[in-house]
């Protein structure tokens, strides 16, 4: 049970976490790219986005049927590949609103591995981005993850060893 992280306390719902699967997970983002403001995407744009690849897949089946000519596989290796030696954080953001904080949470405690915790204000943590995997390993030492503040305040020191996360 040291690799996954529970959250409990003043939420609707307590949810055990299993960082080891996250790999897979579209959410992800490269640990280089985290910090970088211009990450985020507006929504209006990720339609955008979204209605180019339908085009795209549109003309495709138009042209060859549904059947059309499989993608590359050298694309396809080229992503593994970086998916296998690459650094990843993934948002804590999604899990926290699948928890549903009550309306009176405003902290969370952080309880570290060996007991010590520390508490931060709910809408910090919230906002924090999770490394799970480093070079494309999972954090064994010292993880399951590191948590970083999405400022960047602790980027040359994130909180590590975490076991739980309890929010009050």
Excluded: C
């Amino acid at each position: 049970m040291s690799d996954v992280i529970l959250l409990s306390g003043n939420i609707q719902f307590k949810i055990t976490l299993d960082p080891s699967v996250w790999i897979f997970d579209d959410r992800k983002i490269e640990f280089d790219k985290a910090f970088d403001e211009t990450n985020e995407q507006p929504e209006e744009e990720d339609e955008n986005n979204y209605t180019k690849k339908m085009s795209e897949q549109w003309e495709k089946e138009r042209a060859y049927g549904v059947n059309y000519p499989p993608v590359n596989e050298s694309v396809k290796r080229l992503e593994k590949e970086k998916i296998l030696t690459g650094t990843y954080v993934m948002p804590f953001a999604p899990f926290v609103e699948h928890a549903e904080p009550d309306e009176d949470a405003k902290n969370v405690e952080i309880v570290l591995k060996d007991g010590t915790s520390t508490t931060y204000p709910l809408s910090k943590v919230k906002d924090a981005l999770l490394l799970f995997a480093k070079d494309g390993k999972p954090l064994k030492d010292d993880g399951p993850v590191h948590l970083y503040f999405r400022d960047g305040s602790n980027r040359n020191d994130p909180i590590k060893n975490i076991a739980k996360f309890i929010f009050k």
